[in-house]
T-cell receptor, first 112, second 115 residues
C-alpha cells in the first residue's frame, strides 16, 4: 500500500518557527511536494523536493531524505495568515502524468 | 498569475441524478487531473488525463465516473448516477509537463452535496 504520515495538529505562536514532518511509504517515488490549504479551498503549491537536501523559498523551507523516506516543511517567522492545513504529497510516477498521493494534512494554528 | 477555474462553486443534487463538474485549466498546460476531498479528510486522486485519454484512474473512479475534454479549453468530470458518498469537494488540477518537476496547480474546487 501507499501511505503518508504527518501530525494532525500543530500550534505555534506568531514569530516562531515550526516544523511539520512527513514520512512516507509509496511505490514509484519521484519527489515530495508540500501544499497549503485554507478553509477547504484550493491546495496551493509551496515546495517540491526531488533530491535529498533543503529547498528554501522565502519563509518556507522543505527538506527531503530519500533513504529515510522522510521530509519536513519548515515555516519561519510565523504569521497569523499561516494558520491553515499543510499537506505533504508524494509524486508517484504513473504513466507519464505523475499523480499526487496526499497525506492526511496537518492543521497549523498560529496564536498571537 | 494564470488560474484554474472551476464551475459551479457549489452543486446540490438529488441522489441518482447526473452531475457534470467543469474546469478550465491553465491554457498551456497539457496534463489534467481530478481529485476529491471528503470533508475533513485528505485529498484523493481520481484520474489523470493527457492527450485526450485517461492515463490512470484510482479505485474510486468506477464506471459511474467519466472525464472529457470536449473542446480546447474545458475539462469535465461527469458522475452518472450520484450516491450520498459522492458528497465532497472536487478539485481540478493541471500541470505544464509530465516528467518534470513542474507543480500541479489546483482550482478552487466544486463542493458537491448529494441529498
Amino acid at each position: 500500500g501507499q501511505s503518508l504520515e504527518q501530525p494532525s495538529e500543530v500550534t505555534a505562536v506568531e514569530g516562531a518557527i515550526v516544523q511539520i514532518n512527513c514520512t512516507y511509504q509509496t511505490s514509484g517515488f519521484y519527489g515530495l511536494s508540500w501544499y497549503q490549504q485554507h478553509d477547504g479551498g484550493a491546495p496551493t503549491f509551496l515546495s517540491y523536493n526531488a533530491l535529498d537536501g533543503l529547498e528554501e523559498t522565502g519563509r518556507f523551507s522543505s527538506f527531503l531524505s530519500r533513504s529515510d523516506s522522510y521530509g519536513y516543511l519548515l515555516l519561519q517567522e510565523l504569521q497569523m495568515k499561516d494558520s491553515a492545513s499543510y499537506f505533504c504529497a508524494v509524486r508517484a510516477f504513473s504513466g507519464n502524468t505523475g499523480k499526487l498521493i496526499f497525506g492526511q494534512g496537518t492543521t497549523l494554528q498560529v496564536k498571537p | 498569475e494564470p488560474e484554474v477555474t472551476q464551475t459551479p462553486s457549489h452543486q446540490v443534487t438529488q441522489m441518482g441524478q447526473e452531475v457534470i463538474l467543469r474546469c478550465v485549466p491553465i491554457s498551456n498546460h497539457l496534463y489534467f487531473y481530478w481529485y476529491r476531498q471528503i470533508l475533513g479528510q485528505k485529498v484523493e486522486f481520481l484520474v489523470s488525463f493527457y492527450n485526450n485519454e485517461i492515463s490512470e484512474k484510482s479505485e474510486i473512479f468506477d464506471d459511474q465516473f467519466s472525464v472529457e475534454r470536449p473542446d480546447g479549453s474545458n475539462f469535465t468530470l461527469k458522475i452518472r448516477s450520484t450516491k450520498l458518498e459522492d458528497s465532497a469537494m472536487y478539485f481540478c488540477a493541471c500541470k505544464k509537463e509530465g516528467d518534470s518537476n513542474q507543480p500541479q496547480h489546483f482550482g478552487d474546487g466544486t463542493r458537491l452535496s448529494i441529498l
